[in-house]
């Protein structure tokens, strides 16, 4: 709003109309969870039926493409999702346009950074460089 | 906007009767928010700590079988079912059912229940094999 503007703000909302964006990421967030339903019970199930969790066991489990495959999609969904999600409470909760832009761009750059380096750790594994 | 400052806001969480529909939308932001921020740190330390080696493997170990590290990985077990759960109920809830104020509570009921259900289930299953 500039100096001097004198509408009125049902003014001001009637002349910037609709966003005409975000049902994309609407829908994102809800293909996403899909995925993760099933995602998130294989690794639940496969941490509750593997004999044990140490390091040989782990190293064994994610070596395999049965293993590898699906930690690589959760992963990669999983932070997409987690990052779509954090965007709602920020943009429900901080509403100053440099603070909003700030944070989501930190969080941009979290999500994008873990989740590289998770892929990173699974793909030394899952190609046999450690174990 | 000095003309915002005295217009009637919607009433927040402060006027409402608390309700199960109440508690598990929000608790669904708020474990959200947890395996977002905690559950892909553990998930990213964990797989870096595997492909790391036996040293690092072996703090990781030792970090989450302390007290705080187990109420932790309790918490996410919680934290993952009940945004399981009350995740399904939203994507009920998307298609435009299970609104009517009987089945809605009814269904937030059975999140929380069935969370804490699952939560116990699997970590006596964990224990029982004594991983």
């Given at each position: 709003m500039s100096v001097g503007d004198s509408s009125t703000p049902l003014g001001r909302v009637r002349g910037l109309g609709?966003?005409?964006?975000g049902g994309e990421h609407w829908l994102t967030e809800r293909v996403t969870s899909i995925a993760l339903l099933l995602l998130g019970t294989w690794l639940v199930a496969s941490l509750l039926i593997l004999p044990k969790l140490d390091l040989r066991t782990v190293l064994e489990w994610l070596h395999a493409p049965s293993g590898a495959v699906p930690m690589a999609l959760l992963i990669i969904i999983g932070f997409k999702h987690a990052l779509d999600g954090m965007k709602v409470v920020v943009d429900d909760y901080v509403h100053e346009p440099g603070n909003n832009f700030a944070l989501n761009t930190l969080l941009l750059f979290l999500a994008v950074g873990g989740g590289g380096l998770a892929l990173f750790a699974l793909a030394r594994i899952a190609f046999g460089v450690v174990g | 906007m000095a003309a915002t400052k005295t217009r009637p806001l919607s009433p927040h969480l402060t006027i409402w009767r608390w309700g199960p529909h109440m508690a598990v939308s929000i608790l669904h932001r708020v474990t959200g928010g947890g395996l977002s921020v905690v559950g892909l740190a553990v998930l990213t330390w964990w797989l870096t700590a595997a492909a790391a080696g036996p040293a690092a493997y072996m703090t990781f170990t030792k970090v989450m079988t302390s007290p705080i590290g187990l109420i932790v990985l309790v918490g996410l077990t919680w934290a993952f079912f009940q945004h399981l759960l009350s995740g399904i109920r939203h994507l009920a809830m998307d298609?435009?059912?299970?609104?009517d104020l009987g089945i809605n509570k009814l269904f937030a009921v059975l999140t929380i229940a069935g969370s804490l259900f699952l939560t116990a289930l699997s970590w006596y299953i964990l224990m029982g094999v004594g991983k």
């Amino acid at each position: 709003m500039s100096v001097g503007d004198s509408s009125t703000p049902l003014g001001r909302v009637r002349g910037l109309g609709s966003a005409r964006e975000g049902g994309e990421h609407w829908l994102t967030e809800r293909v996403t969870s899909i995925a993760l339903l099933l995602l998130g019970t294989w690794l639940v199930a496969s941490l509750l039926i593997l004999p044990k969790l140490d390091l040989r066991t782990v190293l064994e489990w994610l070596h395999a493409p049965s293993g590898a495959v699906p930690m690589a999609l959760l992963i990669i969904i999983g932070f997409k999702h987690a990052l779509d999600g954090m965007k709602v409470v920020v943009d429900d909760y901080v509403h100053e346009p440099g603070n909003n832009f700030a944070l989501n761009t930190l969080l941009l750059f979290l999500a994008v950074g873990g989740g590289g380096l998770a892929l990173f750790a699974l793909a030394r594994i899952a190609f046999g460089v450690v174990g | 906007m000095a003309a915002t400052k005295t217009r009637p806001l919607s009433p927040h969480l402060t006027i409402w009767r608390w309700g199960p529909h109440m508690a598990v939308s929000i608790l669904h932001r708020v474990t959200g928010g947890g395996l977002s921020v905690v559950g892909l740190a553990v998930l990213t330390w964990w797989l870096t700590a595997a492909a790391a080696g036996p040293a690092a493997y072996m703090t990781f170990t030792k970090v989450m079988t302390s007290p705080i590290g187990l109420i932790v990985l309790v918490g996410l077990t919680w934290a993952f079912f009940q945004h399981l759960l009350s995740g399904i109920r939203h994507l009920a809830m998307d298609t435009g059912a299970a609104f009517d104020l009987g089945i809605n509570k009814l269904f937030a009921v059975l999140t929380i229940a069935g969370s804490l259900f699952l939560t116990a289930l699997s970590w006596y299953i964990l224990m029982g094999v004594g991983k």
